[in-house]
């Protein structure tokens, strides 16, 4: 891994608004398009909290249903191009994450421990595609399960290298990062179908379930979040604009960290993208 690089002060607040500028764009093109997105996560947090960003937020987090992802990816090519652009694994072959970006044109900002992908890199906000899974507990199992073994193929080109992993660990992601990437997508893509009306959670398929209290939550709760979540919206003041949100922001942040209206300790509002380089 290379050697953290700290951003910080006037530069670390110049990099929230050029993520704002990445929101607003999104935004746009989605009103334009009658696309149903979330902030969610942090960004949500900070809405409800702040008013806008966490002060130490490094990124920003988006929410679709994969319906509406999928139609977002359509229209992606009416972002304006000087502001930002939509990165996933069709539009930048080297890309190996099951979730996309949309990049900060003319930036760099390579994540530490990942100076040797070959994948466009810059200032980036996560669009984090939210899919059906099944209704029964033993189906969200197995179907968590498949998820596990995806997400290790596509973080092995970076695990092989990690010196935090053992030995052994760092041997089995050598092994399966031989896999191509074309073959790790056609793996996932059995998983991404939709299941109807009838499917009452989602998740996204290639990070491990959300929720701080995923490993408290009741068995049939844990591996997946209500999708009426993400039906029924609201907007949100962030940053002096308005962006769209789960209506019940209580329900989601409670899932996802609990006491969520409490400030964490000072020692643990620390930014959750380490990086190496950048350019802004």
Sequence with gaps: MGEIVEIRGEEFRRM???????????????????????????????????????????????GMLRKEYEKFRK???QLDSSICYFQDHTTDKEYRWGYGKLRRTGTSFIRAGQEHLKCKTGVFIDIFPLDDIPNSTIGQMINDFQCFI???????????????????????????????????????????????RSCKRVRLLTFKSFGKLYTENKVRDKYGMPKKWFKSLREYE??????????????????MYDDYMTLPPVEKRDPHSPVSSYRF
Aim: charged share 30%; net charge positive; glycine share 6%.
């Design 16 to 62: 929230q608004l050029l993520e704002l500028d990445m929101i607003k764009e999104l935004d746009r093109v989605c009103r334009k398009n009658h696309i149903r997105y979330s902030i969610i996560c942090g960004t949500l947090l900070g809405a409800v909290r702040h008013k806008g960003y966490i002060p130490w937020d490094d990124d920003a987090d988006i």
């Design 75 to 77: 229209v992606a090519n």
């Design 150 to 196: 995806i997400r290790k193929i596509m973080y092995s080109e970076v695990g092989r290298l990690d010196k935090s992993n053992n030995v052994f660990q760092r041997i089995i992601y050598s092994a399966l990062a031989k896999i191509p990437n074309s073959f790790t997508f056609k793996l996932l893509k059995p998983l991404t179908r939709s299941r109807g």
């Design 238 to 255: 962030f940053e002096g604009y308005k962006f769209m949100g789960p209506k019940d922001y209580d329900g989601f942040l409670r899932y």
